[in-house]
Nanobody, 125 residues
C-alpha cells in the first residue's frame, strides 16, 4: 500500500502563487510516476500535471495550466510538488496527488491506483 498526503492549499487572490506538496509513504517507489488532478464542485476530476518516475522527471501539463504550473519531485524525500503561479478563479478546486505502481505515465485518473485525501485551493477574484 502507498499513502499520499497533500498539503499547501488555501485561499488566495487572483494572480497569487501557491505551492502544493504531496508526501508519499508505504511501499512507494521513486520509479512510480506522479500526477496532480483537481475537482471543482459539480465537475469531473480533471488532469492537471504529471511527472515521470526515476531521475528523468519528464513532465506534461493540461493546456489550462501550461506555462503557469510547474510539477517537480524530490526523490530523496519521496515528495512531489505543484507550484501554481498566476492563479485564476477557474483554478478553484480540490487538488489531489496520485500515483500508480507502473512506470508508464498517464493523464487518465482511472489509471492511478493511489490517491491522497485532497487539499482545497480557492482563488478569489
Amino acid at each position: 500500500q502507498v499513502q499520499l498526503v497533500e498539503s499547501g492549499g488555501g485561499l488566495v487572490q487572483a494572480g497569487d502563487s501557491l505551492k502544493l506538496s504531496c508526501a508519499a509513504a508505504g511501499s512507494f517507489s521513486n520509479l512510480y510516476p506522479m500526477g496532480w488532478f483537481r475537482q471543482a464542485p459539480g465537475k469531473e476530476r480533471e488532469f492537471v500535471a504529471r511527472i515521470s518516475g526515476g531521475r528523468g522527471g519528464s513532465t506534461y501539463y493540461a493546456d489550462s495550466v501550461k506555462g503557469r504550473f510547474t510539477i517537480s519531485r524530490d526523490n530523496a524525500k519521496k515528495m512531489v510538488f505543484l507550484l501554481m503561479n498566476s492563479l485564476k478563479p477557474a483554478d478553484t478546486a480540490v487538488y489531489y496527488c496520485a500515483t500508480r505502481p507502473r512506470t508508464a505515465e498517464s493523464t487518465d485518473a482511472n489509471d492511478y491506483t493511489y490517491w491522497g485525501q485532497g487539499t482545497q485551493v480557492t482563488v478569489s477574484s
